[in-house]
C-alpha cells in the first residue's frame, strides 16, 4: 500500500484494510471509508480522521491522542485504546466497545453512545454535556468531574462508578443503574431520577436541587 497516499489522503477506499501498527500520526483521513479495516495497534497521535467511516473497524491498543475523531464508529473495537484529548463532538459511538480505554479530557459533547460498553474506561475530566448514552454500560468507569450536564442515561449501568464531584445537571437517569456509585459533591441538580438505582451509592455532598 502507498503509504504516503494514505498519509495525505489520497486514498478515500479503505474499507477491510489491514494497517496494523501502522504509523499514522498526523494523517490526514478526513472523509475515508475504513469500515471494518484493522487498526489494531496502530498510532493516529493527532490524526484528521472528522467524517471518516470506521463502523465495525478494529482500533483496539490504537494511540490517538489529540486526534479529530468526529467521525462515525458504530459497533468499532476501541477496547485499551488511548483517546485522552481527542475531538469526538457529535462522534458516532453506537453500540461500540469502549472497554478500558482511556478518554481523559475528551471532547464528547452531543456524541451518540447508546448501546456502546465504557466499562473500566477512565472519562476523567471529559466533556459529555448532551450526548446520548442509553444502555451503555459504564460500571466501574471513572468519570470523576465530568460534565454529563443534559446527557441522556437512561437505562445505563453505572455500577460501581466514580462520579466525584461530576456535572449531571439536568441529566436524564430514569431506570439507570448507580448501585454502589460514587457520587460524592456531584451536581444532580434538575437531574431525572425516576426508577434510578442508587442502592449502596455514596452522595455525600451530592446536590439534589430542584429548581
Known amino acids: 500500500m502507498d503509504l504516503v497516499a494514505l498519509r495525505t489522503g489520497k486514498l478515500k477506499q479503505l474499507a477491510g484494510a489491514n494497517l496494523e501498527d501502522e504509523d499514522l ?3 490526514d483521513l ?8 484493522n487498526l489494531c495497534g496502530a498510532d493516529l497521535r493527532q490524526a484528521q480522521l472528522n467524517g471518516a467511516c470506521l463502523d465495525g473497524t478494529n482500533l483496539s491498543g490504537c494511540r490517538m491522542v489529540g486526534a479529530d475523531l468526529r467521525a462515525t464508529f458504530q ?20 453500540g461500540a466497545n469502549l472497554m478500558q480505554v482511556n478518554l481523559v479530557q475528551a471532547g464528547m459533547a452531543g456524541a451518540f453512545l447508546s448501546g456502546a460498553n465504557l466499562s473500566g474506561a477512565n472519562l476523567q475530566g471529559a466533556d459529555l454535556r448532551g450526548a446520548d448514552l442509553r444502555g451503555a454500560i459504564l460500571n466501574s468507569a471513572n468519570l ?4 454529563l450536564a443534559q446527557a441522556d442515561l437512561q437505562g445505563a449501568q453505572l455500577i460501581n462508578t466514580n462520579l466525584e464531584e461530576a456535572n449531571l445537571r439536568q441529566a436524564n ?23 434510578t438505582n442508587l442502592s449502596g451509592a455514596c452522595l455525600v455532598g451530592t446536590d439534589f436541587k430542584v429548581s
Not at 478526513?30 to 479495516?37: F, M, P, Y
Not at 459497533?75 to 485499551?80: E, K, N, P, S, T
Open 25 to 27: 500520526v498526523e494523517a
Open 30 to 37: 478526513k472523509n475515508v471509508n475504513l469500515a471494518g479495516a
Open 75 to 94: 459497533g468499532a473495537r476501541l477496547v485499551q485504546s488511548d483517546l485522552s484529548e481527542t475531538d469526538l463532538r457529535g462522534a458516532n459511538l453506537r
Open 144 to 147: 470523576e468531574g465530568a460534565n
Open 173 to 195: 437517569l430514569s431506570g439507570a443503574n448507580l448501585s454502589q456509585a460514587n457520587l460524592l459533591c456531584a451536581a444532580l441538580a434538575d437531574a431525572l431520577v425516576e426508577g
